[in-house]
């Protein structure tokens, strides 16, 4: 079994977490422990790639050219922004390659934050790493990170259904712009709990799985919406049995951010993805896929409740 969507670093200056850029002794180590003792045993590390610093040549201000926000919207992006930005894509990729030389099972990974137009620069930027695979995610709106406290706000000023429908639009052009191997929680704008009408679903969800479909990309299942206000695997239900439907394949991710996330939740990952009836789900190895059969249940501890003093990511 596997996690492939795994984090160094928490969004918050959480206890036990080690300041930004820096990785102790003994630190991949623990993740690898933990999954371990929850019957995983192979890790994905998946920074994001805006939060290094060599991002910024790419990336640059994104937000300030979204006129349609409110300034206390586009303020909040920008310290955001500011005080994340703070890793080192090399050392990243160094300290994980590392590991493996040790022998540790741990794959060496990134989270592409999907920003329009910046594809290529972006693909220039990381082509130089020896990757084991790319995970793609949309965060943000233009100027605005539905992500963050500031969303409620923002889903009031916007509209729910509005918002979908642009978030699912930027997913669309991701899924479609071969860029990543696998779209990680792709329906992460439920995370802070705003739904449009039920009946509104199919149709925001059916251009992605066309999309994912005609690309060859796969998609995560993710234990990380259970720990959300959305309460719910990402991606939902009916959305992972269009992809299945769509012969999309999967991985399987937990977005922790800190040691002890590790693979927390992978019992009820398996269980969804058989539940809308996959039995295999794919590792990969420099870009290469490999299929692998999905257990019936998962060995090892069950999870406990979980604790939300772990985790403080905003996938």
Known sequence: MSDYHLHLHPHADLPGAPPPGV???????????????????????????????????????????????????????????????????????????EAKARGLPVKLGLEVDFEPGTEQAVLDLIAPYPWDFLVGSVHWIGGWDFTRPQGPTEFARRGVERAWREYFGLETELAAAHMVDVLAHA???????????????????????????ASGVAVE??????????????????????????????????????????????????????????????RFDRRRAIVTALPTAMAGAADGPFDPGLDQSLA
């Open 23 to 97: 990785y102790p002794d003994g630190y991949i180590d623990r993740y690898v422990e933990v999954a371990a003792a929850r019957g995983v045993a192979e890790l994905g590390f998946t920074e994001h790639l805006y939060r290094c610093v060599e991002s910024e040549a790419v990336f640059g201000n994104w937000w300030e050219s979204d006129r349609s926000l409110p300034a206390q919207v586009l303020s909040e992006m920008e310290r955001v922004v500011r005080a994340e930005r703070n890793l080192s894509l090399e050392r990243y990729v160094e300290v994980v390659l």
């Open 187 to 213: 329906d992460v704008i439920k995370k802070a709990g705003y739904r449009p009408p039920a009946g509104l679903l199919a149709d925001l969800y059916a251009p992605v799985v066309a999309a994912a479909a």
């Open 221 to 282: 299942v993710s234990s990380a919406g259970l720990r959300r206000e959305s309460k719910e695997i990402f991606p939902a239900p009916s959305f992972l049995a269009m992809f299945r439907g769509a012969g999309v394949p999967i991985t399987l991710a937990s977005d922790g951010h800190m040691a002890e996330d590790a693979a927390w939740g992978h019992d009820l990952v398996v269980a969804a993805a058989r539940a809308c009836g996959y039995d295999t789900y794919l």
